[in-house]
């Protein structure tokens, strides 16, 4: 009776610490399936959060590429600008000085602001 009353302690001991440990493991697999979706759910942030940067990275890149496109435009228009201007105004001066030339040959007074820039004097007071 004795090796009953021991088998039936043993087993009794054996089957609440098997108890115990079934407990404990439902225990952590609960707590991993909780963190396995606060883990999903940090996740499914994250990969949002990843589509709005990269949203946002897109739109940033297309304007940083439209900016240096109206930069570049903009360069090349002032140079250009700046190259065509300088013969138009070699031809206007001559166009002037033409034309003050006529006016003179034919006995005109210029005004003295002609005279002086594109002569270096005021031809209308010669006397002075």
Do not use: C, W
Not at 50 to 56: A, C, F, G
């Amino acid at each position: 009776m004795k090796d009953l009353i021991d088998e039936n302690e043993i087993s009794e001991n054996v089957y609440d610490k098997v108890a115990q440990a079934v407990a404990r493991l439902n225990n952590a697999k609960e707590n991993a399936e909780n963190i396995s979706q606060k883990l999903q759910h940090q996740l499914d942030e994250y990969k949002e959060r990843q589509r709005s940067l990269e949203r946002i990275q897109t739109t940033l890149t297309s304007g940083l590429i439209g900016a240096l496109v109206t930069a570049f435009v903009a360069i090349v228009t002032a140079v250009l600008s700046v190259l065509r201007s300088k013969p138009e105004r070699d031809l206007k001066r001559l166009a002037v000085i033409e034309k003050s030339q006529q006016l003179l040959a034919s006995g005109a007074k210029l005004p003295s602001d002609i005279t002086y820039h594109y002569f270096g004097k005021d031809q209308n007071n010669k006397d002075k």
